[in-house]
């Protein structure tokens, strides 16, 4: 067993680290309070190779490893928090299930152009009645010759409203097998949004409304009975969020850290008050266990998905992890902690979100414990 990086993923994270002090660093605070998702960014990193990093190169990608992606998440976020959202996009998101299940005329129509950070892709699972329960979505799409008509209402899309295309899961037919998904495009008939509202984290989201939306026949991405092999791919969007609690978690405590050796109170530094120094140690410990996890997840799906198991360990432990650590590195900051001059409150703010995007806290224990007792324990109401 070997707990270090090879040489190649030591030069490809000290390239990476390299890249985004050059260019990300100078707008760090900026960016992490800009309303628009930074596609600016995105083609910097796109000509960089930082997209498609462990999609085949037959793909259009770069023909590396899952682990490798989470890499340029922590050495992005450890210099511009908010960039390691378009890491995200580029790797992890809705671009990744697309690319693993794209027609070879989808890859042309939209992974290209997302590959090369000219598009922006989102994805459209939850719904107003529908939202740890995912199965229970209602959007449908009836035959209509041999394409379909979408008609339902999306809630809490990340970027839902600001994307090209929205990958959409929604119900051919009845029970899970009825699930599959379509690509629907931005300024489609019928398919309009409601007013903004904003997270916690500054990010905004409005409902998406898809009214008789025709989606021709090439834009099915996965047709009835989709769902399975969806969630295999969400699984990797459920790393990146992973990846990007512990990297804020982590970039808050760098912060709080070096604010701890040069803050006097009572003519002594933050850091020489035992009390201090164990928060700390917890913060270090919390860290490196959830680090493990991480890594631990990443290195046995390297060729592949990650298990949905070991990804339900890491996610909720990462999740948890980041957001606390974020909440203590503002406590030893204080006021500077709490103001927005420093981007501790903003990772503070936005490692809170990921307790509940992506599967929530909750419903990933309910997977894991299925994992321990292997057996499925449902959710549902015992039937009459
Ligand atoms: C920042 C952010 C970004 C998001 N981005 C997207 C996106 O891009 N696309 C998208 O489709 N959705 C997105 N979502 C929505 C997200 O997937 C849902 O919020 C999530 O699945 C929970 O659904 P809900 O909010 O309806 O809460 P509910 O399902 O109503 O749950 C409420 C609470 O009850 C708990 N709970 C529910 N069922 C159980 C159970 N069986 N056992 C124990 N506890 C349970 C939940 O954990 C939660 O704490 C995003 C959400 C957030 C916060």
Not at 219 to 226: D, E, R
Not at 239 to 262: K, M, Q
Not at 354 to 371: F, H, P
Request: net charge negative; with cysteine.
């Amino acid at each position: 067993m070997d707990f270090g990086f090879d040489p190649e993923q030591e030069q490809f994270r000290d390239a990476v680290r390299g890249f985004a002090e050059r260019h990300l660093a100078a707008g760090a605070l900026v960016r992490a309070h800009a309303e628009d998702y930074p596609q600016d960014v995105a083609r910097q990193m796109a000509e960089q190779g930082l997209f498609g990093i462990a999609m085949s190169e037959e793909r259009g990608g770069q023909g590396g490893s899952l682990l490798d992606s989470i890499i340029a998440i922590e050495q992005v976020a450890a210099v511009c928090p908010r960039s390691a959202d378009v890491i995200q996009a580029g790797n992890f998101g809705a671009i990744r299930t697309l690319a693993e299940y794209a027609s070879v005329d989808q890859r042309e129509r939209y992974l290209e152009p997302l590959l090369a950070g000219e598009m922006l892709i989102a994805v459209g699972m939850t719904e107003p009645e529908a939202g740890s329960a995912v199965t229970d979505l209602v959007t449908t799409a009836s035959a209509d010759g041999a394409g379909y008509r979408i008609n339902g209402t999306k809630v809490f899309t990340t970027y839902g409203w600001h994307a090209d295309v929205i990958l959409a899961y929604v119900r051919f037919g009845p029970g899970v097998g009825g699930i599959g998904s379509v690509l629907i495009d931005k300024g489609a008939d019928g398919f309009t949004h409601g007013q903004p509202v904003r997270f916690l984290s500054g990010d905004d989201w409005a409902q998406l409304y898809f009214d008789n939306v025709y989606v021709p026949p090439e834009n099915v991405l996965l047709g009835p009975g989709g769902f399975k092999r969806q969630i295999a791919g969400f699984n990797v969007e459920r790393i990146g969020n992973t990846a990007r609690s512990l990297a804020l978690g982590r970039y808050a405590f760098e912060v709080a850290r070096a604010w701890a050796l040069e803050r006097k109170q009572f003519g002594r530094a933050l850091c020489e008050f035992q009390g201090i120094q164990w928060k700390f140690a917890e913060m270090q410990m919390q860290l490196d266990a959830a680090q493990l996890l991480l890594y631990r997840c990443a290195a046995s799906a390297d060729k592949g998905l990650p298990s949905a198991q070991q990804t339900a360990i890491a996610k909720a432990f990462c999740n948890r992890v980041g957001h606390e650590v974020a909440s203590e590195a503002l406590q030893v900051m204080g006021g500077a902690g709490y103001s927005q001059d420093s981007l501790v409150e903003y990772c503070f703010r936005r490692t809170r979100g990921w307790m509940i995007a992506g599967g929530s806290i909750e419903i990933l224990k309910n997977r894991i414990a299925e994992g321990v007792f292997e057996r499925r324990f449902t959710q549902r109401p015992p039937r009459a």
